[in-house]
């Protein structure tokens, strides 16, 4: 029999805010002992208020990790001083490694309406952090969704769905952390289960409804971090329930963050800011 995660400890989240103004709540890095390798920050954003959201993201560097942009609703527009061009709509969603280095934007292309997502960041290794920054755009349509007995609904972002018999594998491969990335809609009561690996690090995030873990309770918009052990197992609230899943293989090497850049030595921060500070951080990108 499967040994079954249970509920370790729950990350509140706390209002903050990024890029130019944007209003969000952070989990998961909202201090340097609030997270879970390889995550480093999970982010939800979720407004109807354009002054919200509407100043968005101005260009801004990156080095030494992943971010992932998973939209629920909206459309934000990525550009890059590679020339690369990408949009982000609802239902997509778009897995960019900084690697060496990346300098970006990403913009509303709205001006009215609900702007609701998250962003997460996962780290790399430090023999990937220096690589060549690269990207996966995903459409919506790329994304399989998959019906499972009871009403559930799981779209696939990331890893392999094993459910109800059912196995599916999402567009985003060859990561190194080997990435599960599950948005799951649960109606009031019904339970989940999903297989994860040993050894990988966990965690469930609802973002509507609540949900139960044994006599535990993980309440909306908060992280709940999960023990070792083979198989994550919830049960939806008194309500329907939407919630992610994250699981992937920790590092366990040194982090080192300043701000938008993340390498394993105070050293490797130093020598980042230099390259930003004299120009040659794009060129050797």
Request: glycine fraction near 12%; avoid cysteine.
């Amino acid at each position: 029999m499967s040994t079954p995660r249970t509920l370790r400890q729950i990350i509140r989240s706390v209002p903050a805010s990024d890029g130019a103004g944007v209003k969000l709540r952070r989990s998961l890095g909202q201090t340097p002992h609030l997270r879970l390798d390889p995550f480093l920050m999970l982010d939800e954003f979720s407004s109807e208020n354009p002054d919200d959201y509407v100043a968005g993201f101005p260009a801004h560097p990156h080095r030494g990790f992943e971010t992932v942009t998973y939209m629920l609703d909206g459309h934000m527009l990525h550009e890059d001083h590679l020339g690369n061009q990408g949009h982000l709509k609802s239902g997509g969603a778009q897995w960019m490694t900084a690697g060496r280095g990346i300098i970006h934007s990403e913009m509303p292309q709205q001006e009215s309406g609900r702007m609701r997502g998250f962003q997460l960041w996962i780290n790399l290794p430090a023999k990937e952090k220096m690589k060549p920054a690269g990207y996966q755009d995903i459409q919506a349509e790329q994304i399989p969704v998959v019906s499972l007995a009871g009403g559930a609904r799981v779209k696939v972002i990331a890893g392999v769905l094993e459910s109800d018999g059912t196995s599916v594998e999402g567009p985003i491969r060859g990561v190194t952390t080997a990435p599960l990335f599950l948005d799951v809609h649960l109606p009031a009561g019904t339970r989940f289960e999903q297989p994860v690996g040993a050894g990988h690090s966990a965690f469930v995030y609802p973002y509507e409804g609540s949900l139960n873990l044994g006599d535990k309770t993980v309440p909306r918009g908060d992280a709940g971090v999960l023990v070792d052990g083979e198989v994550i197992a919830v049960t939806a609230g008194d309500e329907d329930t939407r919630f992610i899943v994250l699981a992937a293989l920790p590092l366990r090497e040194p982090v080192v963050q300043y701000g938008p850049f993340v390498m394993n030595s105070r050293e490797e921060i130093e020598q980042a800011l230099r390259d930003y500070s004299d120009g040659t951080f794009a060129q050797a990108a």
